[in-house]
């Protein structure tokens, strides 16, 4: 067993015995009942496919991407 202490970022620290075992730097966190469960993933693609953009170029994703990003930076500073 293992006793960390959460960051005021909200960070932890996996020790490295563990990390070696899991082979991997993406994880899956999620809450069951009143635990953290930490699993594995081996291949990110399936777990993120969710997310993907389909049928756009990379032109047209980063367009919108920055398009997100300044309606973002207006609702938090405001327009100037």
Do not use: C, W
Not at 26 to 43: C, L, N, S, T, Y
Request: proline residues 4%; aromatic residues 4%.
């Amino acid at each position: 067993m293992f006793i960390g202490k959460i960051t005021q970022k909200g960070q932890i620290t996996i020790p490295a015995k563990f990390r070696k075992k899991i082979n991997t730097d993406i994880v899956q966190i999620e809450m069951v009942g009143d635990k953290i469960v930490i699993r594995p993933i081996k291949r990110p693609g399936g777990a993120l496919k969710k997310y993907a953009i389909r049928n756009k170029s990379i032109e047209e994703i980063m367009r919108i991407e920055k398009e997100a990003m300044k309606h973002a930076f207006s609702e938090k500073h405001g327009d100037n």
